[in-house]
């Protein structure tokens, strides 16, 4: 125990001292500003996972620690007691012992109707959420606070803080929900959660240092093609197997989208024309982490059967302690808390971007639940195609015929999958049909 004290406070002051050192020494320079070790990505990644490992390397040892002497088999009936047991262990001994001798009735799988209104349901509240949040997140970090006609304003640029902000009031709401409504037995170790939590938060920090260091072409590839390294994923984290049609209309929205993207809006003047190799490295780290986050929360639903909200409370309470500690190694509460007194508006602009994000995760976690990680991938890779498409559509921008042959490619595709998907479906009640009747 002395050894895991001794590695968190290590681990926790390496942060403070170099983030700290780098300050000081910035603060004394005069003239011309020379680069710090912290404006290289590489310094600001190994900085990051400094602070995360505060947190993962202590929990680590406990939870080994705890596994090996078995901990479960001889806690006492304290409150600290189980919740040690829920952390680690979960309530897996307790649901074995409740399944035995009962026999599981065969899925019903919902009719067509219910299938189609669902994902509808789905693809709507995902579509309406996340534009919305784009419009408000852009909305905070652009907008000059406190500006005057004989003032200058200042921008918030603490990009972790609101992190924290969604995360927290996401968490308070399903938790308010697991309380007010009866959710199903909860069995999975409380710490599973954590993986999806930090994966989430490295797959948002690789995505916005690749902005720095890459084209647009590439920045629209990328995002246009992450069903693919989804499903491969899935092979890995679930050993999921997938049909050939699904790789191929995978492929077919990758092109569709990309096309769009790469011929409609104004968006590719302003970025840059050149891709290095630091910003290739970054993507394929944003597509890793990414792809990651959502199959293994699709694992947790198979495996644990546990509801939307419990998975938003479980990935949120992790988030919310990760963050949380970053922001006090690097001072970030400080700084955010003076800005909010500054300028009270700030902080009725938060609360209504971390409405909007609940509200996204909770249409996340259903569709992951509901339909699995690829068809969610789908439906947020549509996204990014749908946002320009209203883009032109309001403000009259014109849609190019190469961007209009996209747009087809990609209802294509989703005819094709459904067409196959439908098929797919009959083919399996028509396999319980006949089984049933056989039995009888």
Request: hydrophobic share 45%.
């Amino acid at each position: 125990m002395t050894a895991i004290i001794l590695v968190t406070l290590l681990l926790g002051l390496l942060p403070y001292l170099i983030g700290g050192e780098e300050s000081v020494l910035s603060k004394n320079r005069t003239g011309n500003v020379e680069p710090t070790i912290l404006d290289f990505w590489i310094a600001r990644l190994v900085l990051n996972i400094l602070g995360y490992a505060t947190f993962f390397v202590p929990g680590a040892l406990i939870v080994r620690y705890l596994k090996n002497i078995k901990y479960n088999e001889s806690a006492g009936p304290g409150c600290l007691s189980n919740a040690i047991v829920l952390c680690i262990f979960g309530k897996e001994a307790e649901k074995s012992s409740s399944e035995e001798g009962t026999t599981n009735p065969v899925d019903q799988e919902p009719s067509s109707f219910n299938y189609v209104l669902n994902l509808c349901f789905c693809f709507a509240g995902l579509q309406g959420s996340y534009l919305t949040w784009g419009v408000l997140q852009e909305r905070i970090m652009k907008h000059e606070y406190g500006k005057t006609e004989t003032e200058q304003g200042e921008f918030f640029t603490n990009s972790q803080f609101l992190v924290f902000v969604n995360r927290i009031l996401a968490l308070c709401i399903a938790l308010t929900v697991i309380f007010v409504r009866p959710q199903p037995r909860h069995t999975a170790p409380l710490y599973k959660y954590s993986y999806s939590s930090i994966s989430n938060i490295m797959s948002s920090w690789f995505q916005y240092e690749a902005l720095k260091y890459v084209s647009f072409p590439t920045q629209v590839l990328a995002k246009a093609s992450k069903v693919i390294p989804v499903m491969l994923m899935g092979k890995v984290v679930s050993k999921k197997t997938f049909e050939y049609y699904e790789y191929f209309t995978a492929a077919m929205i990758s092109v569709g989208v990309s096309l769009f993207l790469l011929t409609s809006g104004d968006d590719k003047k302003a970025h840059s024309n050149v891709t290095t190799i630091s910003g290739v490295i970054l993507l394929v780290g944003y597509m890793l982490f990414d792809s990651f986050t959502s199959n293994w929360q699709g694992e947790l639903f198979s495996k644990h059967k546990m509801s939307s909200i419990q998975m938003m409370a479980g990935v949120n309470l992790f988030s919310c302690l990760l963050t949380s500690i970053s922001l006090m190694e690097q001072g970030g509460f400080f700084s955010a808390s003076a800005f909010m007194l500054r300028h009270p508006d700030f902080v009725f602009h938060a609360v209504i971007l971390s409405i909007c994000s609940a509200t996204g995760q909770l249409f996340i976690f259903h569709t992951i639940s509901s339909f699995g990680a690829v068809t969610f991938i789908i439906i947020m890779t549509m996204r990014q195609g749908f946002a320009i498409l209203l883009s032109c559509v309001i403000y009259g921008h014109p849609v190019t015929f190469v961007g209009l042959c996209g747009i087809l490619i990609v209802f294509a595709a989703l005819y094709l999958r459904i067409y196959a998907n439908q098929k797919k479906r009959a083919q399996k009640q028509r396999l319980q049909a006949s089984q049933s009747t056989s039995k009888v």
